[in-house]
């Protein structure tokens, strides 16, 4: 995949994804007992890219849990895409597919246990979310990218004591942004954590959102937070969510 050279030895420029593929399985193996115990596991890495992740989920799954796995990972960089199928193709991985597309329009008809996103950028994280409530995945856990949108829309005199500095007012909306999306998997029954990835020195893209599905979405506990989500939505921007 490039990460390493023949002898094992990661490339410099690779140090960091390497930890951050680490320390995601380290992140998985915790909630692996969230998972069925038997049957395939069914495995989505939605934004998917040059899929270091997803050969290295499949891996941990398949050989070394000795699972029977069946993965797909979604992208839209055709190049990448073949590049990846290819190279499950010659690692034996079959369980391991790859598909050309957008994530918004990917369906699946068998029950996922397990969506990943590592660093969909901007909103494309909010489509991994979207996308895995949808499947009723059993397990969530997304590592966000960089934010904008709310950046955009914040309107919230409250909280312009810190939005008028520009360097602030994008912590802000990163939190707050990470936080919507927490709630949001609330309110369809997911409970919640907000994790830190690795060392917040090497990348600011440090959070991994995971939300491990508990309830449905009509139980008192989500519809209290859907209550909690239009509140600080609406707060946040100034405009209605019933419009
Ligand atoms: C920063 S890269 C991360 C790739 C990979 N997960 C990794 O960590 O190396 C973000 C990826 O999201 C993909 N992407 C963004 N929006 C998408 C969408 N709507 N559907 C499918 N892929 C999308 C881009 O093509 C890109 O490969």
Same mark, same amino acid.
């Not at 998972?35 to 890219?49: A, K, Q, S």
């Not at 950046?151 to 942004?177: G, H, V, W």
């Given at each position: 995949? #490039?990460?390493s050279?023949?002898?094992g030895r990661?490339?410099?420029k690779?140090?960091a ?9 380290e992140?998985?193996s ?6 069925? %115990? ?9 934004? &998917? #890219?040059?899929s270091?992740l ?7 799954? *398949? ?5 029977s796995?069946?993965m797909t990972?979604?992208?839209?960089? %055709?190049?990448v895409?073949g590049?990846? *199928?290819?190279?499950? $193709?010659?690692?034996? !991985?079959d369980?391991?597919?790859?598909i ?5 329009l990917y369906?699946?008809? %068998?029950p996922?246990n397990l969506?990943?996103s590592?660093?969909?950028c901007?909103?494309a994280?909010?489509?991994?979310l +979207? ?5 009723r995945?059993d ?20 909280? *312009? !004591?810190?939005? +008028?500095?520009?360097?602030l /007012?994008?912590?802000l &909306?990163?939190a707050?942004?990470?936080?919507? /999306?927490?709630k949001y998997? +609330? ?10 990835l690795?060392?917040? $020195? ?11 599905? /508990?309830?449905?979405k009509?139980?008192? +506990? *989500?519809?209290k937070?859907?209550g909690?989500?239009k509140?600080?939505? %609406? ?6 969510l019933?419009?």
């Amino acid at each position: 995949m #490039g990460v390493s050279d023949k002898n094992g030895r990661v490339y410099d420029k690779k140090q960091a994804k390497f930890r951050q593929i680490n320390r995601f399985l380290e992140l998985i193996s915790d909630i692996e007992d969230k998972l069925p %115990e038997n049957g395939t596991l069914r495995i989505c890495d939605l934004c &998917c #890219g040059k899929s270091y992740l997803s050969f290295a989920v499949y891996h941990y799954f *398949s050989v070394i849990k000795k699972r029977s796995v069946k993965m797909t990972g979604v992208d839209l960089k %055709e190049d990448v895409i073949g590049y990846c *199928s290819e190279t499950a $193709d010659k690692l034996g !991985f079959d369980g391991l597919e790859f598909i050309w597309g957008d994530i918004g329009l990917y369906e699946t008809d %068998e029950p996922v246990n397990l969506v990943l996103s590592l660093h969909a950028c901007d909103t494309a994280t909010d489509r991994v979310l +979207e996308k895995a409530v949808s499947f009723r995945a059993d397990v969530i856990m997304s590592t966000p990218c960089c934010h904008h949108e709310l950046n955009r829309i914040l309107k919230c005199p409250e909280l *312009s !004591f810190i939005s +008028e500095y520009s360097m602030l /007012r994008q912590k802000l &909306c990163d939190a707050a942004t990470d936080a919507l /999306r927490l709630k949001y998997l +609330e309110a369809n029954g997911y409970d919640t954590a907000a994790i830190e990835l690795i060392d917040p $020195d090497q990348t600011p893209k440090n959070i991994l959102l995971r939300g491990v599905r /508990r309830r449905t979405k009509d139980s008192p +506990e *989500s519809q209290k937070a859907a209550g909690e989500y239009k509140i600080a939505y %609406e707060f946040l921007t100034g405009k209605s969510l019933d419009n």
